[in-house]
C-alpha cells in the first residue's frame, strides 16, 4: 500500500485520492476484494433481471389487454379483483367463486343486441380448468399437446388474432353443436406437415379417447408474451365444447365490446341492467356477478408483480449484505495496514472529515465496482433471455439507476464504521503504531 501524504484536501482529491487507494486495495486483497464484489454483484444481478423481466411480462400483459379495444370489459361470476378464488373445505361455501351461479352462454347473445354493444363473445379455456388436452391425424401415434378454447362464434370479432386460411365457425354450426375446429398455424404444422389441414379431422380429447373435430381454418393468435408460452391452440365452438367435453361452467367468462362512440360507463352500465335481470335479482339484492374493466384486470396484475418486487428487494438485500460485510472487513484491515500514514497525515493538518470522506469514497468505489459487473452480467442476460425465450425483458432506467445508488450507498453505510474509526485516530498513538 502506498503512502497518501498531505493535510486537508479538497473535494475532488478527496474523491481521485480514495479511487486510487480503492484499487490499490483491490490489488493487495485480491480474495477478500473480490468477495465482496462479487457479493454486490449477485445483488445488482438480481434487480437487473428481475426488474427487467418483470418490465416485459406487464408491457406484454398490457399490450394483450389493449389489443382487444381500450373500451372492452369482461364479465365473470365472481369478482377476482377483489380477490376471490378457488378454495377448499368449509371455505368454499362462504366463497364468491362457488357461491355464485356460474354463466350461461345462451346470455351473450341477447347482451351482444343490446343497444351500444358492438359484440359479446363467452369464452372457456378449458386447459385453464385442468382438462390436458392433445390432439392427433388420423390415429397417429404421435399426439400433440393443445390448449384447447371454447369460444362463441363472435369471438374472432373481439379477439385480436387472424384466421390466416380457411373461416372461423358460424353461430349456425355453434347452434347445431357441430364438431368443427380451428386450429392455429403450430398445430397444422405439426399434424399436417405438407399438407391443407382444412377438411381434415382430428381427435382431441383424453389419452385415447376424446371426439373428433374437422378442421375448417387456421388460426394466428395475436403476438404476446402467453401466446410464446402457450402455443397449438385449438378453438371449437362454446356450445360443441360443453356437449362433447368436460366443460367446467365456473370457468365461463365473456367478453364485451362496445361500439366504437358508446362510452365505456354507459356501456357497463346497460350491461349492469340487462344482467341483473337475467340474474332475476330484485332491488336491494347485492350482485351475484362481476363487470371488471382493463383498468382493474392491469391493476390486480400489477397488484401480483409487486409480490415479485418484494422477493426481488428481498434477494439482491441478501447479496449487498454479503458485499457490505466484506466492505468493513477489507476497510478495517485498510485502517490497521495505514495507521502510520493517518497520523502522519493528520499531523500535517488533516482534519477528520478528509479521513473519513477519503475512505468512504474507497468502500463506495469498491462496491460501485460490483454494481458495474452486476450490470454488465444482467445485460448480457437480459440479452439472451430476449434472444432465446419468449420473455419480452426490458431493462428500466430506474432499475440500472437504483442498482448504482444502492451499490454506491451499500459501501457508505458499511464503510461508516471504519471511515469513523480511521478518523478518531490519535495522531501520536498513530504515529508510534508498529
Request: aromatic share 8%; hydrophobic share 45%; glycine share 12%.
Amino acid at each position: 500500500m502506498r503512502a497518501r501524504l498531505g493535510g486537508g484536501m479538497g473535494f475532488f482529491s478527496t474523491v481521485t485520492e480514495g479511487i486510487a487507494v480503492a484499487f490499490d486495495s483491490l490489488n493487495a486483497n485480491k480474495v477478500r476484494s473480490g468477495l465482496t464484489i462479487l457479493g454486490v454483484t449477485i445483488g445488482v444481478l438480481v434487480v437487473m433481471v428481475m426488474a427487467a423481466v418483470i418490465t416485459g411480462i406487464n408491457s406484454s400483459f398490457t399490450e394483450i389487454i389493449s389489443s382487444r379495444g381500450v373500451t372492452t370489459f369482461y364479465l365473470a361470476h365472481y369478482d377476482f379483483s377483489a380477490g376471490g378464488g378457488v378454495t377448499t373445505g368449509l371455505e368454499e361455501e362462504e366463497n364468491e367463486f362457488m357461491r355464485n351461479d356460474p354463466l350461461d352462454p345462451r346470455w351473450v347473445r341477447e347482451l351482444g343486441s343490446l343497444p351500444g354493444i358492438e359484440s359479446a363473445a363467452a369464452y372457456v379455456d378449458l386447459s385453464g380448468s385442468g382438462y390436458q388436452a392433445s390432439a392427433s391425424y388420423r390415429g397417429a401415434s404421435e399426439r400433440v399437446d393443445i390448449s384447447l378454447v371454447g369460444a362463441s362464434s363472435d369471438f374472432l370479432e373481439i379477439d385480436n388474432g387472424d384466421v390466416i386460411d380457411g373461416r372461423w365457425f358460424t353461430q349456425s354450426e355453434a347452434d347445431r353443436r357441430a364438431a368443427v375446429a380451428v386450429v392455429d398455424s403450430a398445430v397444422a404444422v405439426d399434424l399436417f406437415p405438407g399438407r391443407d389441414p382444412l377438411g381434415r379431422d382430428i381427435r382431441i380429447g383424453r389419452g385415447r379417447g376424446g371426439a373428433s373435430f374437422r378442421v375448417v381454418g387456421v388460426y394466428r393468435p395475436p403476438a404476446n408474451l402467453f401466446a410464446g408460452f402457450q402455443t397449438h391452440y385449438v378453438m371449437i365452438p362454446f356450445e360443441t365444447a360443453d356437449k362433447d367435453l368436460s366443460v367446467w361452467d365456473r370457468m365461463i367468462s365473456f367478453v364485451i365490446r362496445p361500439e366504437a362512440e358508446v362510452e365505456l360507463q354507459e356501456a357497463i352500465d346497460v350491461v349492469h341492467a340487462r344482467m341483473r335481470m337475467l340474474r332475476r335479482l330484485t332491488p336491494g339484492q347485492p350482485d351475484d356477478f362481476a363487470i371488471m374493466t382493463q383498468d382493474q384486470i392491469v391493476d390486480l396484475w400489477n397488484r401480483l408483480t409487486s409480490v415479485l418486487f418484494s422477493v426481488m428487494v428481498g434477494l439482491s438485500s441478501i447479496g449487498l449484505m454479503v458485499g457490505g460485510v466484506g466492505v468493513i472487513g477489507i476497510m478495517m484491515i485498510s485502517v490497521t495496514e495505514r495507521t502510520r500514514e493517518i497520523g502522519l497525515r493528520k499531523s500535517m493538518g488533516a482534519r477528520r472529515r478528509d479521513i473519513m470522506w477519503q475512505f468512504l469514497v474507497e468502500a463506495a468505489t469498491l462496491t460501485l465496482m460490483g454494481g458495474g459487473a452486476g450490470l454488465l452480467v444482467g445485460g448480457g442476460i437480459v440479452y439472451a433471455l430476449n434472444a432465446w425465450t419468449p420473455v419480452p425483458a426490458s431493462v428500466p432506467i430506474w432499475a440500472i439507476i437504483a442498482a448504482l445508488v444502492a451499490s454506491a450507498l451499500t459501501g457508505v453505510g458499511f464503510g461508516l464504521y471504519p471511515a469513523s474509526r480511521a478518523a478518531r485516530l490519535d495522531p501520536i498513538d498513530a504515529l508510534r503504531f508498529e
